[in-house]
Nanobody, 123 residues
Framework: QVQLVESGGGLVQAGGSLRLSCVASGRTLYNYAMGWFRQAPGKERDFVATINWSGANTYYADSVKGRFTISRDNAKSAVYLQMNSLKPEDTAVYYC????????????????WGQGTQVTVSS
């Protein structure tokens, strides 16, 4: 069983930056693709970014492309989301998720989830 714990959320002004971390316990992440999703108040959970097991392939939602960067350190069983040029519409609870092998943008293809970390961007 993969257990995921996110951290790094907080309150930031528009235009600022945050770096989210997600650390896995229970097993390593070498065979796992990782994803970041977010859920704003009153809305469904949406895809943000995904990275394959090696880090060679990434994919982003159009809304964050060019501002967010997903990366990973398999030796530390960690995945990161660097968020720059933050906007108020980025305010949400951010979740990391894991699935074996191939990256995916589909929430229902990820069996392992963290508890989420709140990101609030003030205008």
């Amino acid at each position: 069983q993969v257990q995921l714990v996110e951290s790094g959320g907080g309150l930031v002004q528009a235009g600022g930056s945050l770096r989210l971390s997600c650390v896995a316990s229970g097993r390593t992440l070498y065979n796992y693709a990782m994803g970041w999703f977010r859920q704003a108040p009153g809305k469904e959970r949406d895809f943000v970014a995904t990275i394959n097991w090696s880090g060679a392939n990434t994919y982003y939602a159009d809304s964050v492309k060019g501002r967010f960067t997903i990366s990973r350190d398999n030796a530390k069983s960690a995945v990161y989301l660097q968020m720059n040029s933050l906007k108020p519409e980025d305010t949400a609870v951010y979740y990391c998720a894991a699935r074996e092998f191939k990256l995916s943008t589909e929430e229902n293809e990820y069996p392992h989830w963290g508890q989420g970390t709140q990101v609030t961007v003030s205008s």
